[in-house]
């Protein structure tokens, strides 16, 4: 590590001495690592390649044997099903054919883009009601000591294994009794409860390690606790709590068990909506194709801004790189 | 003690007339309330329901059955089918999640330039929505047009496409190999995080005293990753046995129970069968295996804590 500072392509020369390496253990030790490498990566991304060439395709060709790795007549049939079958669900074939001059037309009757609306409702709250309450908790938990301190900790941190199928039907009563089945705010009040625990230990991370003297330095200036939580301190913890938030974000826009169990009709999020889709009879691919890759595109923004908090966030902190 | 201490402002004068315990347990309260109705109390519920004979049907009018649920489990031979499953999943998925995701963490520190990008492309299966990663499994494990199919043809282990998802011969694999590319990327990055917090110097060390690779990495790398690695190890046995969308996508645990494993059951006794308090008693086996691991997980996270502090 130290090396690097000094010099900045000792890094990649380390990284890639192997390759230069010309002995004859060298060359087999090349072929292995090589092949092994090749292998990974087919393994890992021959899927997602396959996810957007099936996109591509037209619905002939999906059924095509043997499949073709390239799609032959480029087509975005998949994606224009989607979009059409949303404006229809929604109601707006009239304004759309009468602004653009298109004709609106689907063979399929899911309303891709309310579910996403639905999910971003859903998910958006959730990650909020987590950051707030969990990042309040966390500050105090941080700073102060009281009985029980460690029991709490450890008792957030086993909750974090339970979630899911391990409580679904006593999660499915208890929104029954609470008469909140088949609402958007069920599924906020457990995403958030899901999540809460994690956003607390991340937090909690982040104030460890946050400098007394900028506290001593805003009681000099006369800053309430309060004010010096608002204005001091969230503004510094701005990235872990943007990570935080993604975190408790992405858990609510990928959950199934809840979602499929707590919602029905027009209130589904994505996950049960694509679900029904996927498990019909005569699924059309190319078209679930499409819709998976709209409904990605919020986890891979996210991914690219979370990437570095990634670890810690997965878990609790408790592996330090 | 700093100067900071002297100037207590008014605002501290004031909040010591708050009782410390106000202090301290209103702000935790809004978290432990959430946590505890939507997650301690379900559980509680469960374990009390597994007692009963509740059904959706008459919620109301559950009787207390005694042991019978376990009983049940005890005797049903479908069950022993499910936790067998579970345990396959649980057994095989994680150890090649842990394998490949060991190798391609390694490679991504050892040997591939770009490291940063590179792991955020190996990322993208494990944060992919669930539903999503299985759908593009199921496609390509399809028994008529799949792409694994053709594969399996062209590397000539079969002579035609053979029905793998419908087949109750080998539906419990796809599902395991979607959980593998779901969970390795998690597992890799876990080594390439763990890798990157070993200081080089333990090495230049090492090599000055002549210690060969294999060496360095028996004796320096594996007992420095040892929590970390006993930390992903749980991690991948925790998500292994929680998976629900991945069987349920690819073969809603069918034909018959071949491919259902503990929470699949779970779903099905409760939502398609209606037996609530069979299905809680299920939900005890998912939870004391689940406490174990947590347990463990705990104690591995305490022991990191204090090692890097």
New interface residues.
């Given amino acids: 590590?130290?090396?690097d500072a000094d010099d900045p392509t000792a890094e990649?020369r380390k990284?890639?001495s192997?390759l230069y390496d010309s002995t004859a253990g060298g060359y087999v030790r090349k072929t292995a690592?090589g092949l092994?490498?090749a292998l990974?990566s087919l393994?890992?991304?021959f899927?997602?390649y396959?996810?957007v060439v099936?996109s591509l395709k037209t619905t002939q060709e999906?059924?095509?044997?043997?499949?073709t790795l390239l799609p032959v007549d480029l087509s975005f049939v998949g994606f224009e099903e989607v979009i059409y079958s949303s404006i229809q669900q929604g109601g707006y074939t009239g304004f759309v054919e009468s602004t653009f001059g298109l004709e609106v037309a689907s063979s399929i009757d899911i309303d891709v883009l309310g579910l996403i609306f639905n999910s971003l409702k859903v998910s958006i709250a959730a990650g909020l009601?987590a950051l707030v309450?969990?990042t309040?908790?966390s500050?105090?938990?941080s700073r102060?000591e009281?009985v029980g301190k460690n029991a709490?900790m450890?008792?957030?941190?086993?909750?974090l294994?339970?979630?899911?199928?391990?409580?679904?039907?006593?999660?499915?009563?208890?929104i029954n009794t609470l008469d909140l089945f088949n609402t958007h705010t069920a599924l906020v009040?457990?995403y958030?409860?899901?999540t809460?625990?994690f956003v607390?230990w991340l937090m909690k991370g982040f104030f460890d390690e946050f400098p007394?003297?900028i506290?001593?330095?805003s009681?000099?200036d006369?800053?309430?606790?309060v004010?010096t939580f608002l204005y001091v301190i969230v503004p510094m913890a701005r990235n872990s709590l943007i990570a935080s938030f993604i975190f408790a974000f992405?858990l609510a826009?990928?959950e199934?068990?809840f979602a499929l169990?707590l919602l029905s009709g027009d209130k589904a999020t994505?996950?049960p909506g694509?679900?029904t889709f996927?498990?019909g009879f005569n699924t059309q691919?190319n078209v679930?194709?499409a819709a998976?890759i709209l409904?990605?595109i919020p986890?891979?923004i996210?991914?690219?801004y979370i990437?570095k908090y990634?670890?810690q966030g997965?878990?609790?902190g408790?592996?330090?790189? | 003690m700093?100067?900071?201490?002297n100037?207590q402002?008014?605002?501290?004068r004031a909040?010591d007339r708050v009782p410390?315990t106000v202090?301290?347990?209103i702000?935790?309260l809004?978290?432990?309330v959430?946590?505890g109705?939507?997650?301690?109390?379900?559980?509680a519920?469960?374990i009390l329901?597994s007692f009963t004979d509740k059904t959706f049907l008459n919620?109301s009018e559950a009787e207390f059955v005694g042991l019978a649920n376990y009983q049940e489990i005890w005797a049903s031979a479908e069950i022993h089918q499910v936790l067998w499953n579970t345990f396959v999943w649980v057994a095989v998925g994680s150890s090649v999640a842990i394998v490949?995701g060991f190798?391609?963490g390694w490679?991504l520190h050892?040997?591939?330039?770009y490291?940063?990008v590179a792991?955020?492309?190996?990322?993208?299966?494990w944060?992919?929505?669930?539903?999503?990663?299985?759908?593009?499994?199921?496609?390509?494990f399809g028994g008529?047009?799949?792409?694994i199919n053709?594969f399996l043809?062209q590397l000539g282990f079969i002579d035609e496409?053979i029905v793998m998802l419908g087949n109750p011969e080998y539906s419990i694999w796809p599902p395991i190999v979607g959980m593998i590319?779901r969970l390795?990327?998690?597992f890799a990055?876990?080594t390439l995080?763990?890798l990157?917090?070993i200081?080089?110097?333990y090495y230049e060390a090492a090599r000055m005293d002549g210690a060969t690779p294999w060496e360095q990495f028996r004796l320096i790398t594996l007992p420095m990753m040892r929590y970390?690695l006993a930390?992903?190890f749980l991690?991948m046995l925790?998500y292994n046995i929680?998976?629900?969308?991945m069987v349920?996508?690819m073969t809603?645990g069918g034909p018959g129970v071949s491919s259902s494993t503990?929470?699949i059951m779970?779903?099905r006794q409760?939502?398609v069968d209606f037996q609530?308090g069979f299905?809680?008693a299920l939900?005890m086996m998912?939870?004391a295996v689940?406490?174990v691991?947590?347990y463990y997980?705990?104690k591995?996270?305490d022991k990191?804590?204090g090692e890097?502090k």
């Fill in positions: 590590m130290t090396t990649f990284n890639q192997w690592i092994t490498t990974m393994f890992i991304l899927p997602l396959w996810m099936t999906i059924q095509q044997i043997p499949p009601l309450l969990g309040i908790a500050y105090v938990i102060r009281f709490l450890s008792l957030l941190l086993a909750s294994m339970f979630p899911g199928t391990a409580i679904m039907v006593p999660e499915w009563e208890l009040l457990i958030g409860a899901m809460a625990p607390v007394d003297s506290l001593d330095a009681r000099m006369q800053c309430s606790p004010e992405l826009w990928n199934l068990v169990t994505v996950p694509l679900l996927v498990q691919w679930v194709a998976s409904v990605s986890v891979l996210g991914l690219a990437q990634f670890v997965l878990t609790g408790a592996i330090k790189g | 700093s100067y900071a201490d100037a402002s008014s605002y501290e909040l410390e202090q301290v347990y702000p935790i809004p978290v432990m959430l946590v109705l939507f997650i301690l109390y379900p559980i519920q469960a329901s919620p490949i190798v391609l490679l050892e040997k591939l330039p490291t940063s792991s955020a492309i190996v990322l993208i299966p944060v992919l929505p669930r539903v999503v990663g299985a759908s593009i499994w199921k496609f390509m008529s047009q799949g792409i053709e043809v496409y590319w390795a990327p998690l990055l876990l995080t763990s990157q917090g200081d080089d110097r970390n930390i992903g991690l925790i929680r998976n629900f969308s349920w996508v809603r503990l929470p779970i779903y409760a939502f609530v299905a809680s939900s998912l939870f689940l406490l691991f947590s997980y705990i591995v996270y990191v804590q890097f």
